[in-house]
């Protein structure tokens, strides 16, 4: 990755412009992690940027940002900038372009954040990133109650880094934590989730969520029983145990299935075949992980269902119109529920004459 990351800030330079690796990935490789995210920074215009690649995208978010597609790995390449004027605590005003290095790593987060790697594979660290993470200290370029004022993510972005390095937060730091944490509530939920992941999947997750309830974050981001969340492999088993309120944090239409079904697996025997059947192995064996149940009885109980879907019932929606003579309808849905049931206890047999015979003599006297 980082030679691949050099031959693109060596083609930035052929072409006349200043580039450098910076960032996450600059300091995760000093402190040995290996990272897959690499953000380069240049004094190239976006437009001569992509001048420059065949391949590139540009964020719908991030003015001034390209991605870069380059032998096959995705480069995020940044113009050298100046932020004018957070008046919502959101997107600066203005983004103001500049020929200097040193002036665009002032406007960046963390000192541990601003170290670079230039052309020739050197490091270069004008504001003392090093030093800071030799020390394991998270501190801001420059004032930290203006940083945290002008973006009030910042704060968040403090404490995944905290936690997910296992640093510490300067005094400065965390005096400008509490003199700006009310601000979060103008941040948007989405920006807020990314680093709320990044803290929960952390291995180091305990922590930072310690972290946030020492500050009384969890007040300022609407989380009410943050302290009672179990530390789970399962990013969803955790949002599903976290008590938020409605239309805040937003999830995609299969992490709010899973998150409903694990609350409700949470709240039913996590052993019972219907159950296992209805809300899946995944649910079930997170809400058994919290509630103390051996895993493998789940999974086992799991696997000797006579059917884990309606897919596995020997006859089809067809096959039972055809035979009750019945329309589509409600109807079927209602057969459906009653034959696993019958199937799942054992009652009744999965084959096609058995069922056949179990709908004749149940449903065709009420139809
Ligand atoms: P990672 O990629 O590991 O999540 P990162 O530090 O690379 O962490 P990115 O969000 O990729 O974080 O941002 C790249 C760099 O841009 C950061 O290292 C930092 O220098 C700067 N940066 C990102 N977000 C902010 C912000 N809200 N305020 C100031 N600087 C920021
Ligand atoms: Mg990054």
Same mark, same amino acid.
């Given at each position: 990755?980082?030679?691949?990351?050099?031959?693109?800030?060596?083609?930035?330079?052929?072409?006349?412009?200043?580039?450098?690796?910076?960032?996450?990935?600059?300091?995760?490789?000093?402190?040995?992690?290996?990272?897959?995210?690499?953000?380069?920074?240049?004094?190239?215009?976006?437009?001569?940027?992509?001048?420059?690649?065949?391949?590139?995208?540009?964020?719908?978010?991030?003015?001034?940002?390209?991605?870069?597609?380059?032998?096959?790995?995705?480069?995020?390449?940044?113009?050298?900038?100046?932020?004018?004027?957070?008046?919502?605590?959101?997107?600066?005003?203005?983004?103001?372009?500049? *020929? /200097? +290095?040193e002036e665009?790593l002032l406007r960046r =987060?963390?000192?541990? &954040? $601003?170290?670079?790697?230039?052309?020739?594979? !050197?490091?270069?660290?004008?504001?003392?990133?090093?030093?800071?993470?030799?020390?394991?200290?998270?501190?801001?370029v420059g004032?930290?109650?203006?940083?945290?004022?002008?973006?009030?993510?910042?704060?968040?972005?403090?404490?995944?880094?905290?936690?997910?390095?296992?640093?510490?937060?300067?005094?400065?730091?965390?005096?400008?934590?509490?003199?700006?944490?009310?601000?979060?509530?103008?941040?948007?939920?989405?920006?807020?989730?990314?680093?709320?992941?990044?803290?929960?999947?952390?291995?180091?997750?305990?922590?930072?969520?310690?972290?946030?309830?020492?500050?009384?974050?969890?007040?300022?981001?609407?989380?009410?029983?943050?302290?009672?969340?179990?530390?789970? *492999? /399962? +990013?969803?088993?955790?949002?599903?145990?976290? =008590?938020?309120?409605? &239309? $805040?944090?937003?999830?995609?239409?299969?992490? !709010?299935?899973?998150?409903?079904?694990?609350?409700?697996?949470?709240?039913?025997?996590?052993?019972?075949?219907?159950?296992?059947?209805?809300?899946?192995?995944?649910?079930?064996?997170?809400?058994?992980?919290?509630?103390?149940?051996?895993?493998?009885?789940?999974?086992?109980?799991?696997?000797?269902?006579?059917?884990?879907?309606?897919?596995?019932?020997?006859?089809?929606?067809?096959?039972?119109?055809?035979?009750?003579?019945?329309?589509?309808?409600?109807?079927?849905?209602?057969?459906?529920?009653?034959?696993?049931?019958?199937?799942?206890?054992?009652?009744?047999?999965?084959?096609?004459?058995?069922?056949?015979?179990?709908?004749?003599?149940?449903?065709?006297?009420?139809?």
């Open positions: 990755m980082l030679n691949s990351a050099l031959n693109v800030v060596q083609l930035l330079e052929k072409n006349g412009f200043k580039a450098y690796i910076v960032g996450g990935f600059v300091r995760d490789y000093l402190l040995g992690i290996s990272a897959t995210d690499v953000d380069i920074c240049t004094s190239a215009k976006p437009k001569e940027i992509m001048n420059i690649f065949k391949q590139t995208l540009l964020p719908k978010e991030d003015y001034g940002s390209v991605n870069v597609i380059y032998r096959k790995k995705v480069f995020q390449i940044t113009t050298f900038r100046k932020e004018i004027n957070y008046s919502d605590y959101r997107h600066p005003e203005e983004i103001k372009y500049i *020929d /200097s +290095l665009d =987060d963390f000192t541990i &954040n $601003t170290i670079c790697i230039d052309k020739d594979g !050197k490091t270069i660290d004008i504001l003392g990133g090093i030093k800071d993470l030799d020390k394991k200290i998270i501190r801001t004032n930290s109650y203006d940083k945290f004022h002008d973006d009030p993510l910042r704060i968040l972005r403090a404490i995944r880094f905290a936690t997910n390095l296992d640093f510490e937060l300067s005094d400065e730091v965390l005096d400008a934590i509490k003199e700006n944490k009310h601000l979060l509530k103008n941040i948007s939920y989405d920006r807020k989730k990314q680093e709320l992941d990044k803290i929960l999947l952390s291995k180091n997750a305990k922590r930072g969520i310690n972290l946030l309830i020492k500050f009384g974050l969890d007040k300022d981001l609407e989380i009410s029983n943050l302290g009672d969340v179990v530390i789970l *492999d /399962s +990013l969803v088993g955790m949002w599903a145990l976290l =008590d938020i309120p409605k &239309n $805040t944090y937003s999830f995609s239409n299969s992490e !709010k299935k899973q998150i409903n079904d694990i609350k409700q697996a949470m709240k039913l025997d996590n052993l019972d075949s219907y159950n296992l059947y209805k809300y899946g192995l995944y649910a079930n064996g997170i809400a058994g992980v919290i509630k103390g149940i051996s895993r493998s009885k789940i999974t086992s109980n799991y696997h000797s269902l006579y059917i884990h879907s309606r897919k596995d019932i020997e006859i089809t929606s067809y096959d039972i119109m055809n035979m009750l003579g019945i329309e589509p309808g409600p109807k079927i849905n209602k057969i459906y529920e009653k034959l696993e049931k019958e199937i799942l206890k054992g009652n009744l047999k999965n084959n096609k004459e058995d069922i056949f015979k179990y709908c004749l003599e149940n449903f065709s006297s009420d139809i």
